[in-house]
Nanobody, 115 residues
Framework: VQLQASGGGLVQAGGSLRLSCSVS????????LAWYRQAPGKQREFVAQ???????NYAESVQGRFTISSDNAGNTVWLQMNNLKPEDTAVYYC??????????WGQGTLVTVSS
């Protein structure tokens, strides 16, 4: 499975960005799609996840500001990011978990929020 993330860029604090991730098709069904991020000098952290039933889950730090969504086929996952803060600056990665628990990762897209 291949994932391709896009949509990153430079934005001022308070602004918005929408990340997209295309997911190649697989004969093995998807359990969930998620976004993670890694800031400079820090470990990768969970941002948001959406299950195959469309149920979202968010990290506390982005709750109320970010929205994860996907198409019905699970071929694309989006992350709408509003009211961005400088601490949201990171490389954002999309991931896919199969029904067997195997994870696939995209290459990452850089989001930079200026103060």
């Amino acid at each position: 499975v291949q994932l391709q993330a896009s949509g990153g860029g430079l934005v001022q604090a308070g602004g918005s960005l929408r990340l997209s991730c295309s997911v190649s098709k697989s004969i093995i069904s998807t359990s969930s799609l998620a976004w993670y991020r890694q800031a400079p000098g820090k470990q990768r952290e969970f941002v948001a996840q959406i299950s195959d039933r469309g149920n979202p889950n968010y990290a506390e730090s982005v709750q109320g500001r970010f929205t994860i969504s996907s198409d019905n086929a699970g071929n694309t996952v989006w992350l709408q990011m509003n009211n961005l803060k400088p601490e949201d600056t990171a490389v954002y990665y999309c991931s896919r978990r199969s029904i067997f628990g195997n994870d696939s990762w995209g290459q990452g897209t850089l989001v930079t929020v200026s103060s």
